[in-house]
Structures are given as structure tokens and as C-alpha cells.
């Protein structure tokens, strides 16, 4: 089997300290995914963006991210991929410094850009140097579950530091966090990381690049605007457009003898169920923190601190359960972990759907806690995506594995959240108001409040509901797909 260019493992020392330094660096990235939606009234109000502006300075982050996550991992197979992480530390420092400079919608849309660059070049290169680091695939499951943990928690922490800040500092501070964070991560990334590469890189195609950009950007942006303002002409023929680009680039990847994303990892079962997992979970935990970070602040009348700091226990679950799961997967199989994270993360959901009313945070917490739980399970799924692709494969592999969360986080808002706002609409009188229609926070104060509020709290457990069927049928699906006797052991070293 071709491996990758040889690399001197460190020291148990200094494999740890590398993990620490890939996992904070995670932690960061996906905080700034979610501590905008706090800062950004705040923003609004000093800058006075459009409503296009301010849907630009929310989606451009993302939208970067996703359309640069295959070309930048088939560049850092080539280039290095210790190298393209620290040079997206740099770029997300630097980017993040550039805010005191942002006196307009567009600057901020520039910076968010550059955030996005510097984020697609951080996220699968710590994939890829985890592997890296640990050749042992127990050790390497353990790693991958301390990094899926770092992922959970930043989507929590994201709203609290971004709360705490503004209670201090303006809408700036919630980019200005990153800039220490990232000279620190430069700093250690030097001392404690190796460099790797791949001896058989994927050719970086041109054409290959517009396709897998342009596709996935049309793809994420015109599921975004469905998600948000229903469906339209242009809106749709921009999803079309984005799904012909992106089966155009898979169909030339399959047709190349060195494709720049080796999409024949789809063809082992194993692969897929580890990434229908990430998938799913994805899918799942987005649209929760999505919709339950709305209904605390807007039917709960909790401020932005507090409603993200009732979100914690999903972070908790994730936490304490991440580093354990290796260890049960040893003892009772990776098909069952895997299978029981997405069946707790379902129970969780379910409890969303059926707690009485009025619902009480206890509950909320409660079922919350479950989910978490759910999702310490996905080191397991990230440890079967990067072992069981042969080592030159590792940044495709990476790669697919980031796609995978970013679609499901996007498709978790959108569709998840388009459901969420059909059944809010289908509850309120015909009385209420273009506001009222429009969210539950243009009803607050106004005759039908009382209406608004419990039409949302049944949107929520209806969320809840769809989320715990779907997170079920994928645990159908990754039953079927991974072998009874399969252990960790049995992944590439």
C-alpha cells in the first residue's frame, strides 16, 4: 500500500500536545460558526447593513468554508499539511485583527470571507494530522473523540463568550477573541506538530476546482435561502445548477487516475456509515441549536448569556461521554456504540417532542443531556471515515468527513427549520400580523402573543420529532452497513 511521505511520530508528549493544539484550534473555528448570531444585532445597529448585507455577513463564513474544503485539502496533500494549517491560523488571525479596520457591511462581509478561507484551510488538515499523530487506531479513536467533543462544545460555548463579551465590549470584541487564540495556536503548532504530505497527491484539476466550488457554494447558499424565504424561480434553478456541478466534478474524480477527492471511498460500507453518522448528528444538532436557542430567548424571554448557557448540557453530554467511547467500542463492537449514540440522540430528540406543557428547563436539560450523549459517539464515526481510507487518501478522506458536517448543519437549519416555521404559521390566528407571520419575535407585545409563543413551542417539539425519526433511520441504515465483528483494531495503520 502507498503511505504517506514518512514522518517521525513524536513523543507520547508531544502526540498529546499536538491533539491539544488541533483540538483548541477546532474549538475556535466552530465557536466563530455561532458566536456572530449573538454579536450580530449589535453590528446591525452601529453599521446599519441591508437586509442582503446582513444575510451576506451570516452565510459568507459558511459558504466559503464549504467551497473551499476540497480544493484546500488536495492542496495540503501536496503542499503540506502542518504548513496549510498554519498558514490557516494565520489567515484567521489576521482576517480576525482586520475587523477594527471594518467601518462597513462590506468590509465585515470581507473579513467573514477571509474567516471562511482561513477556517477551510484549519478544519480537515486537523483531521488529517490526527492520523498523523497516531497510528494506533485505539489511540486515534480516542483522539478523534476528544476532536468531535471540541466541535460540540464550541457551538455552545460560541453564544456565552460571544454574550459575556458584549456585556463588556462591543460587537468587535467577537472577533478580536481570535487573535491571541490563533498567535498562541501558531506557536505550538511549530513546536509540537509534524509535517506530512501525500506520495500520491491528487492532481490539482482546475476545472475539477470551479466545478467542486461553484457547486458546492450554489448547493449550500440556494438551501440556505429555501431554508429562509421559501421557494422562487431563481432560488430553485441555483439549486439545480449547484447539484449539475457538483455530479460533474464527482463523475471527473471517478474518471482520473488521481482525483483530486477519491470518491471511491464511497464504495466500502464502513466509510459510509461513518459518514452517514456525521451526517445525521449533524443534521440533528444543528436544527436543535438552532430552533431551542430561539425558543429559550424569545418564548422563555431569557437573554442571549443565559440561553446559551442552558445550552451547555448538550456540550456536557458530548464531553464526558467522547473519551469513554472507544473504550465501550472495544468491549461490546463499534457497530452497537455507533448504533446507540444515533438511538440516544433520537431518545433525546423524542423528549424534546413529548414533554408536557409548559415545558420546563429541568425536562429541556434533561433531554439535552441525552443528545449529547448521542453525539460522543462520532469520534467512533470519525475514527472509521480517516481508518478505513488508505493513508495517501487521508485529506480526501478529511475533506468528506468536514463536507459532511457542514451539509448536515446546513440542512439541519434549512430544512429542519422551514418545517419549524410552517407548523409556527399553521398555529396562529388569522388575525395576526405581517410581522406575527413573519417570526415569533415580530408577535411579542402584540394581541396574538400568547398564540405565537405556543404555536413555536409546538414548531420545537416538532422539530424534536422529525429530528429523533431521522437520527432512527439512520441508525437502521448504519446497522446494516457496519459488520457485527468489526473492532478498531481492524482500521488502517
Avoid at 419 to 424: C, E, H, R, S, T
Wanted: hydrophobic content about 60%.
Amino acid at each position: 500500500m502507498t503511505t504517506t511521505t514518512p514522518v517521525t511520530v513524536p513523543t507520547d508528549r508531544r502526540r498529546w500536545a499536538g491533539l491539544a493544539v488541533l483540538a483548541a484550534s477546532l474549538l475556535v473555528v466552530v465557536m466563530d460558526m455561532t458566536i456572530l448570531n449573538v454579536a450580530l444585532p449589535d453590528l446591525t445597529a452601529d453599521l446599519k447593513p441591508s437586509a442582503v448585507a446582513q444575510l451576506w455577513i451570516v452565510d459568507a463564513y459558511a459558504l466559503v468554508l464549504a467551497g473551499l474544503l476540497v480544493p484546500v485539502s488536495a492542496l495540503a496533500d501536496r503542499w503540506g499539511r502542518r504548513r496549510m494549517l498554519l498558514t490557516g491560523f494565520t489567515i484567521f488571525g489576521v482576517a480576525s485583527l482586520l475587523v477594527l479596520v471594518a467601518a462597513s457591511p462590506g468590509a465585515v462581509i470581507a473579513v467573514r470571507v477571509l474567516l471562511g478561507v482561513g477556517g477551510a484551510m484549519i478544519m480537515p488538515a486537523t483531521l488529517s494530522l490526527i492520523r498523523v499523530l497516531f497510528p494506533d487506531p485505539r489511540e486515534r479513536a480516542f483522539a478523534l473523540g476528544v476532536w468531535a467533543a471540541m466541535a460540540s462544545v464550541g457551538a455552545a460555548l460560541g453564544p456565552i463568550v460571544g454574550g459575556a463579551l458584549l456585556e463588556v465590549f462591543s460587537w468587535h470584541a467577537a472577533f478580536l477573541v481570535n487573535v491571541p487564540l490563533m498567535v498562541v495556536a501558531v506557536v505550538a503548532g511549530l513546536r509540537f506538530l509534524p509535517e506530512s504530505r501525500s506520495d500520491r497527491p491528487g492532481r490539482i484539476d482546475p476545472t475539477g476546482v470551479v466545478l467542486s466550488v461553484g457547486g458546492m457554494v450554489a448547493t449550500v447558499y440556494a438551501v440556505k435561502h429555501l431554508g429562509k424565504h421559501g421557494a422562487d424561480l431563481p432560488t430553485v434553478a441555483l439549486l439545480l445548477l449547484g447539484i449539475v456541478l457538483v455530479a460533474a466534478f464527482l463523475r471527473r474524480c471517478l474518471r482520473d487516475d488521481e482525483p483530486m477527492l477519491a470518491v471511491t471511498l464511497f464504495a466500502d460500507r464502513v466509510f459510509r456509515a461513518g459518514v452517514l453518522t456525521a451526517l445525521a448528528s449533524s443534521t440533528v444538532m444543528m436544527a436543535l441549536l438552532f430552533i431551542a436557542s430561539q425558543w429559550l430567548q424569545l418564548v422563555q424571554g431569557w437573554g442571549p448569556l443565559l440561553a446559551g448557557a442552558a445550552l451547555l448540557p448538550l456540550a456536557l453530554g458530548g464531553l464526558v461521554g467522547s473519551p469513554f467511547a472507544p473504550t465501550v467500542a472495544d468491549r461490546i463492537g463499534v457497530r452497537t456504540v455507533l448504533v446507540a449514540g444515533l438511538v440516544a440522540t433520537s431518545a433525546g430528540l423524542a423528549a424534546v417532542a413529548l414533554l408536557p406543557r409548559p415545558i420546563h428547563y429541568a425536562g429541556l436539560a434533561v433531554a439535552f443531556l441525552l443528545v449529547g450523549l448521542g453525539t460522543a459517539a462520532l469520534g467512533v464515526g470519525s475514527a472509521l471515515i480517516m481508518g478505513r481510507a488508505p493513508s495517501h487518501q487521508a485529506g480526501s478522506a478529511a475533506a468528506l468527513e468536514e463536507m459532511s458536517y457542514e451539509v448536515g448543519g446546513v440542512l439541519g437549519v434549512a430544512v429542519l427549520g422551514s418545517i419549524a416555521g410552517v407548523v409556527y404559521r399553521a398555529g396562529l390566528p388569522d388575525t395576526a400580523s405581517g410581522d406575527a407571520v413573519e417570526s415569533v419575535a415580530g408577535a411579542i407585545g402584540t394581541p396574538v402573543a400568547s398564540a405565537a409563543t405556543t404555536a413555536f413551542t409546538d414548531a420545537f417539539a416538532v422539530v424534536g420529532l422529525v429530528g429523533a425519526v431521522l437520527a432512527l433511520l439512520a441508525a437502521v441504515v448504519v446497522w446494516r452497513w457496519i459488520p457485527r465483528d468489526l473492532d478498531l483494531a481492524d482500521l488502517q495503520h
